[in-house]
């Protein structure tokens, strides 16, 4: 199981190329794993530690949580902040990649889904075991995704997904995630699943506004009853062999689409 930066401004979902164009995928390369990434690209650093003081290291892009390495003519600059598509294949990680040593890092108590950046955090959503995944992944063409959009209408978020990949989508599904606006709850996801999406095909869901979740516990941090939680990411997830989606948005990018918690202690 496993995974987006928390929202900074709307932004509009635009179709631009920086490399040569996709190609449909070989024989081979549907044997030797995925060709395709799907992900936010961030600018990110690698936290390093000596005697006790962090410091944030090793620029380097990510496509939601996988470490990019474009190669030469391969521009990734011009696409940060913006949900990608791009070619390519895993590839090892660089040794900088590493995991800083805990006994020199402090440790920060948080979420188990927050992974703290030079920028802020990101939340590292969950996916399916038989999700195709990488580590790194070589970057031979890239272009932003432009498929996504989220938008309200009436009492309900409407989320469609555009498949711009040459290959079906299996096992995808749209899952929005919520955020309670009181105390310190968990994350409830609402979600919608379809077997297949055929390239040039568009899936769409809708999801509520807000949702209530009863916690059944008391605690300092999680007050016993039915609190408030509103949507904060949509999460497009596949199970598809030649495709990694590591795909979070948060809803804030979405123009319009955010919802406010109200002014109240409960719903």
Known sequence: MNRTLFALAP??????????????????????????LLGRLTEQHVRVCAGGEASWEHAHFEAGFVWLLPEPGVDLAPLVGKPVLLEGEPAAPPPEAREPDPRQCPQVQA???????KDGVRLRREMPEASAR????????????????????GDRLVAAFSNELPVALEGLSLRLHYEGCYGKPGAPTESKSFSSLAPKKTARAEFPLTVTHDYAREGKWV??????????????????PQVICDLDLAVALFEGAAIECPDRARP
Request: glycine share 8%.
């Open 223 to 240: 007050p016993k009853g039915k609190l408030l939680h509103v949507p904060a990411s949509l999460q497009i997830i596949c199970v598809t």
């Open 134 to 153: 990488a580590a790194a992944f070589r970057v031979r063409a890239a272009r932003a995704l432009g498929g996504v959009t989220l938008s309200r209408a």
């Open 111 to 117: 979420r188990s889904d927050y992974v703290f950046g």
């Open 11 to 36: 932004f509009a979902l635009v179709c631009a190329s920086f490399a040569p164009g996709l190609l449909p995928p070989s024989a081979a390369a549907a044997e030797s794993g995925p060709r395709y």
